[in-house]
């Protein structure tokens, strides 16, 4: 049900060979890339709890531009997006999803180097929880965050997915 005002998220499915992964964009840009074969249920749970009472309508056509430039990075052939982004969480969540999108392509940092990076060292549990609430998976590349000692860590699209997208970025 949309309320006054508001404008409706648009989605779609992404289908790129194995790949099946739930996008939605607001008129502002994109706002939602789910998990690897994650139902629909993944994407309704987050806008109904980050964007309540806004209308989900699928609308591929709309979404064609993402899709497409996520559908050239999960193929090797793109490395950097261009389209625009919007979400929202604190300041704090925020300034670490700022601080991911700067990580260079192929490269990773620790949760430790992130909260160094945002000034604020000791921060680290509470970069892993913002990162765990990044709406945006492979655009604000998460991805590329992993443990101190080199260890995978948790990942919100689960430790396969994780590992593609870090392998795919190491091929490309």
């Known amino acids: 049900m949309t309320t006054k005002n508001s404008s409706p998220i648009y ?3 992404l289908i790129c060979e194995d790949w099946h992964i739930h996008i939605a964009a607001t008129d502002d840009g994109l706002c939602f890339v789910g998990s690897q074969n994650h139902s629909f249920e993944e994407l309704f749970t987050w806008a109904a709890s980050r964007l309540p009472g806004r209308e989900l309508v699928q609308h591929d056509q709309k979404l064609q531009p993402y899709a497409d430039e996520l559908a050239a ?3 090797g052939q793109l490395n950097q997006f261009t389209l625009p982004m919007t979400y929202s969480g604190t ?3 925020e300034a670490v999803w700022e601080a991911l999108r700067e990580i260079p392509y192929g490269q990773t940092r620790s949760y430790s180097e992130i909260a160094e990076h945002i000034q604020n060292p000791a921060a680290v549990r509470a970069v892993g929880s913002a990162i765990g609430a990044n709406p945006v998976l ?11 000692n080199g260890a995978l860590a948790g990942y919100r699209g689960g430790a396969e997915m994780k590992t593609r997208l870090l392998e795919l970025e190491q091929h490309a």
């Open 11 to 13: 989605w779609s499915l």
């Open 73 to 75: 990075y999960l193929q």
């Open 91 to 93: 300041p704090f969540q």
């Open 138 to 148: 492979i655009t604000v590349p998460c991805h590329r965050v992993i443990s101190k």
